[in-house]
């Protein structure tokens, strides 16, 4: 029976135009921000939110909605890709998925370890090491000295980067960068891998090896979110698609008749 390793509840996402979103401005918003995560569970998520989400309303400033009520879950084992224009809202859900923000309003359920590909190498720290990095990655996730140093070599060899081993990351170039964030990414495990357009970066050799370890990854029954404005390489890793459309959900299902849709709004536009 099919499994939901995410559920994701009426998710909406609203950004201040002009201003650092992640500010609080007012006291009560700097003690929303300011209690840690495993406090901020025990009340219930979609109150919290559902204030926020009045307070930036009552606020009258510009606005932008990236999500707006977005629902859908994701089984155990599916490589479902996310398409949509420019600006539809896919990298924020993204980092809605990974924590990296908050959602305005609605919530999410993920249950297993999720690691992230966003825009080049987002996780590591600029100023440690390619070494030291692939140890910070892999305790974020929960693995253990031991479990990483089992992984160590094979993240290197994958990423090629052994002459850049103890070299600040800050010092790579964008190509090498996503190299060693994609191996780590694929090789400490998770139960679930957000690939945010990342491939792009990466020359042809490596993009094929990309492509091939996320083809065994998903062997292995582990579930993959993968957004691209590159269609045919939807199609050809995923089963499942949703389209985002102005922050909304348009379809969801099955990918080719997914993309056919999002193909034909498109052109529809275009024209
Ligand atoms: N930090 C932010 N502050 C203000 N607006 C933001 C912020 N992040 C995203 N947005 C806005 O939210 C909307 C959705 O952006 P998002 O990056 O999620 O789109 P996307 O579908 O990933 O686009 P693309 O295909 O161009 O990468 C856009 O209008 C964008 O300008």
Not at 25 to 49: D, H, Q, W
Not at 51 to 58: C, D
Not at 169 to 181: D, E, N, T
Not at 230 to 241: D, P, T
């Amino acid at each position: 029976m099919a499994n939901p390793i995410i559920k994701v509840h009426e998710v909406s996402k609203c950004y201040r135009i002009g201003i650092t979103n992640s500010r609080p401005r007012t006291l009560r918003e700097a003690i929303m921000y300011g209690i840690s995560t495993p406090v901020r569970n025990l009340f219930s998520l979609r109150k919290l939110t559902k204030f926020n989400s009045e307070e930036l309303l009552s606020g009258g400033e510009d606005i932008i909605w990236s999500l707006r009520d977005v629902s859908f879950e994701v089984n155990e084992g599916d490589v479902l890709g996310i398409v949509g224009s420019n600006g539809a809202g896919k990298s924020t859900l993204f980092k809605i998925l990974s924590r990296v923000t908050e959602p305005t309003g609605g919530y999410v359920e993920i249950s297993g370890k999720l690691s992230c590909l966003l825009e080049a190498g987002t996780g590591f720290h600029p100023e440690l090491t390619g070494r030291e990095n692939i140890y910070l990655s892999g305790a974020v996730l929960g693995m253990t000295k031991r479990e990483i140093k089992a992984k160590f070599d094979e993240i290197v060899s994958f990423a090629e980067i052994e002459k850049l081993l103890d070299t600040p990351v800050k010092r790579f170039s964008s190509g090498m960068h996503i190299r060693l964030a994609f191996a780590v990414a694929i090789h400490l495990e998770p139960d679930i891998l957000l690939i945010d357009e990342v491939l792009a970066v990466g020359d042809i050799a490596f993009q094929k090896k990309c492509l091939e370890k996320i083809k065994s990854f998903a062997r292995e029954g582990r579930t993959i979110l993968f957004i691209s404005h590159n269609i045919e390489l939807v199609k050809y890793l995923c089963k499942s698609a949703l389209w985002l459309n102005n922050g909304r959900l348009a379809r969801a299902g099955a990918v080719n008749e997914v993309i056919k849709d999002y193909e034909r709004n498109s052109l529809a536009i275009s024209h």
